[in-house]
């Protein structure tokens, strides 16, 4: 619960404000460069669902009661956000791959776990909002892709160094989901 | 440049120099911190929550300059 909590209280203020539009070539939307996931997507990978549900908090509050969005769409992308982070987990998981990318083969699943998950997330996102009429059809791919080009870059950009400097110390926390033993 | 823009860079610049003094300082002193954090659960929480919240102040002050670049706030 308390992982939760700071994972909760450090992604708040960066859901709030840390947002910036990378307008993409050939794109009629700019890609949301995204950091709180940058943060949530480690905290996950360190501490499991605890880390995921912090995020999901954070960003569901972000967007709901300070962003004024629709209750649909509030509730549609906070999920999202906590499907992303836990299916990087899940494949994490079934790579026996450690966060603390140390190995070449670390680091590929790392690079492989960040768009599937990003892609998922886009996708989830994009096709429940499609399917209640919120975005029109033209608009899904569109929304897919700078969904899926933001979040990913924001995951490589803010989560990289955070796992590879700050891994080895989590790794001796008793939260630490990688423990054996 | 504005006075309000001024100010605000100020305190980005110094908040931003705080930081990194910071990451320097454990840098340097890693072997002895490693020591600690291993016989103290607590300091091991505070160092990783800390260092998480520096690199989330660093990311506000990027992004307020892409919001900024963006249009979003202005001066």
């Known amino acids: 619960m308390a992982v939760t909590g700071v994972t909760a209280g450090l992604c708040l203020p960066l859901a709030l404000f840390a947002i910036i539009l990378i307008p993409i070539p050939g794109l009629p939307a700019a890609s949301g460069f995204w950091i709180p996931a940058g943060f949530y997507f480690v905290m996950t990978l360190w501490f499991g669902v605890w880390g995921a549900l912090g995020g999901h908090i954070a960003t569901t509050i972000a967007m709901g009661y300070f962003s004024g969005y629709t209750l649909h769409v509030w509730l549609d992308g906070g999920l999202g956000d906590l499907i992303a982070p836990l299916v990087c987990l899940l494949i994490f998981k079934l790579a026996k791959a450690d966060p603390e990318l140390k190995t070449k083969r670390d680091k590929a699943v790392w690079a492989l776990a960040v768009p599937i998950s990003s892609l998922v997330c886009g996708l989830w996102v994009h096709t429940v909002h499609l399917l209640f009429g919120i975005i029109t059809w033209p608009f899904w791919y569109v929304g897919v892709l700078t969904y899926f080009i933001g979040d990913s870059l924001a995951v490589f950009t803010v989560g990289t160094p955070l796992l590879k400097t700050l891994t080895g110390y989590v790794k001796q926390s008793p939260m630490y989901i990688w423990r054996r033993g | ?75």
């Open chain 2, 1 to 75: 440049m504005t006075y309000a823009l001024l100010f605000v860079l100020t305190f980005f610049a110094l908040t931003a120099v705080t930081v990194l003094l910071d990451f320097v300082h454990h840098r340097i002193g890693r072997k002895y911190y490693a020591k600690m954090v291993e016989e103290s659960r607590a300091l091991l929480y505070v160092h990783v929550f800390k260092l998480l919240a520096e690199v989330a102040l660093l990311w506000l002050i990027v992004a307020f300059i892409g919001q900024m670049w963006m249009g979003w706030i202005k001066f």
